[in-house]
C-alpha cells in the first residue's frame, strides 16, 4: 500500500531562513506526489505536483519540491521565508486517483 | 471557474443528533471525494464517486454516514447518528480525470460534536 510519511509535526523557522519540510513515500510503482498548503480555517490548496516529468519541481509562492527516487523522498524547500508562508503542509500520493495524506507539518515563522 | 463549495461552513449538534453536508463541485467535474480531516491529522478519504457511482467507500462508517450524488453534480454526506469523535473537518474536492488537472478542494465544514 502506498503511503507517506512526513518528519516533523511543527517545523519553526526565522524569516528570511531557508524553509525545508520533509516528506518520504513508499510506493511500489513510480508515484504521482504532491504538496498541498493550508491555511486557517481554509480548504488545501495544491503547491506543486511532480508527475514523473522532471524531477526538481517549482511551485506556486517560490516553493519547489525534487524528486529523489534512491532516497524515497520528496521534500519541499524555499530560499527564504516569509510571514505569510505560516500554515499548514500536506505531502500526499495519488493512489488509483485517491490521494493518501501524510500527517502534515505546521511551519510556524518568526519575525 | 467557480471553486468546489460546500455549507455549511461550521455546525455544532449534539452526539446522537443527525447533520447533513453539501458540497458543489467544479462544473464539469465528474470525480468528486468527501475527506475526513481530523485535528492534528491529514485528511482521510470517506467516499469518492465518479459521476453519480461510488468508487470506493471502504473508507466509510457505513453504520453511521452516508452519501450520496445526484445526477452526478451536487453530493451530500450524512451523519446519523453522531459520535464525539466524528468532531472533524469535512473537505470536498473534485477532479476532472480526462484533463489530468489535479484535485480541487472546498473550504470544508467544521463538525463540532458536543
Known amino acids: 500500500a502506498q503511503s507517506v510519511t512526513q518528519l516533523g509535526s511543527h517545523v519553526s523557522v526565522s524569516e528570511g531562513a531557508l524553509v525545508l519540510l520533509r516528506c518520504n513515500y513508499s510506493s511500489s510503482v513510480p508515484p504521482y506526489l504532491f504538496w498541498y498548503v493550508q491555511y486557517p480555517n481554509q480548504g488545501l490548496q495544491l503547491l506543486l505536483k511532480?508527475?514523473?516529468?522532471?524531477?526538481l519541481v517549482k511551485g506556486i509562492n517560490g516553493f519547489e519540491a525534487e524528486f529523489k527516487k534512491s532516497e524515497t523522498s520528496f521534500h519541499l524547500t524555499k530560499p527564504s521565508a516569509h510571514m505569510s508562508d505560516a500554515a499548514e503542509y500536506f505531502c500526499?500520493?495519488?493512489?488509483?486517483?485517491?490521494?493518501?495524506f501524510g500527517s502534515g507539518t505546521r511551519l510556524l515563522v518568526r519575525p | 471557474e467557480a471553486g468546489v463549495a460546500q455549507s455549511p461552513r461550521y455546525k455544532i449538534i449534539e452526539k446522537r443528533q443527525s447533520v447533513a453536508f453539501w458540497c458543489n463541485p467544479i462544473s464539469g467535474h465528474a470525480t468528486l471525494y468527501w475527506y475526513q480531516q481530523i485535528l492534528g491529522q491529514g485528511p482521510k478519504l470517506l467516499i469518492q464517486?465518479?459521476?453519480?457511482?461510488?468508487?470506493?467507500d471502504s473508507q466509510l462508517p457505513k453504520d453511521r454516514f452516508s452519501a450520496e450524488r445526484l445526477k452526478g453534480v451536487d453530493s451530500t454526506l450524512k451523519i446519523q447518528p453522531a459520535k464525539l469523535e466524528d468532531s472533524a473537518v469535512y473537505l470536498c474536492?473534485?477532479?476532472?480525470?480526462?484533463?489530468?488537472?489535479?484535485?480541487?478542494f472546498g473550504p470544508g465544514t467544521r463538525l463540532t460534536v458536543t
Open positions: 500526499a500520493v495519488d493512489s488509483s486517483y485517491k490521494l493518501i
Open positions: 511532480y508527475t514523473s516529468a522532471a524531477t
Open positions: 474536492a473534485s477532479w476532472n480525470r480526462d484533463r489530468g488537472d489535479e484535485q480541487y
Open positions: 464517486f465518479q459521476n453519480n457511482g461510488v468508487v470506493d
